[in-house]
């Protein structure tokens, strides 16, 4: 989930494996390669993905459990980049984990697994608002972040800012990190403008967004790449002028007041 906001709410079909190699060296010091996802570590979650049952799981325990310490390794690598240009309140790579089980009481779809890895950071403190989402799936790769589900009072101060300084938007949205990173604000939309704004107001493109993202795929020949990890980390600070952004709007009232001081 992102932080302050919501629920992660698509269909997963996630495979994939991370190792991190050790090396010494001539003097015999300890060196740490690469995390790096694995080409066969994807086969065990596309396993999973046509046989998703409990009999199947448990007799293949061995694999998944060695696939998901591998994820953690991977993850906490990534968290060990991500430290050095933001704060990160997660306190591990698996913390950032979501479980493999899935919830499935007010699912249609019984399958007792997902068939993914999937994980998300929060970022520290209430004045950094926004988090991160890591999303890997063969043929659909892809980091996402912002905020999925504000409440209403977020919404409302979000739209206010829109309304007022839908200017300094268009303008932070036109960023080079932003646009050539992520592209177009995603997010579902009302049909319709909001309640108390008009149809030809000149940002009502934005004024209908219900959630607030910005995501960026990955090719499966980038995701095995031996650079992956640096890439997708530097993806995630490409997050940052969107934030930074978004963090003073949820912190200040229309006044440019404080609330969290």
Known sequence: ???????????????LSLHDFCSNDA???????????????????????DNNNRDWFNAHKAEYTAAYESMIVFADALLEKMQAHDRIETPSGKKSLFRIYRDVRFSKDKTPYQTCWHGHFSRATKKLRGGYYYHIQPGNTYVGGGFW?????????????????HTDWRKMLANKKIKNTFGALAGEKLKTAPQGYLQD???????????????????DKEVLSADFLKNLNETMKNFRPFFDYMSEVLTTDANGISLVD
Do not use: S
């Open 201 to 219: 107001h000149p940002a009502i493109d934005l004024l209908r967004h219900k959630q607030f993202v910005l995501t960026h795929r990955f090719t």
């Open 1 to 15: 989930m992102i932080p302050g906001t919501c629920c992660i709410f698509l269909p997963w079909q996630i495979a």
């Open 149 to 165: 589900g504000p409440n209403a009072e977020d919404l409302k101060r979000i739209r206010q800012d829109i309304d007022y300084n």
């Open 27 to 49: 003097a015999g010091v300890l060196h740490m390669k690469k995390a790096i996802i694995d080409k066969t570590a994807f086969h065990f979650l596309k396993k999973i993905r």
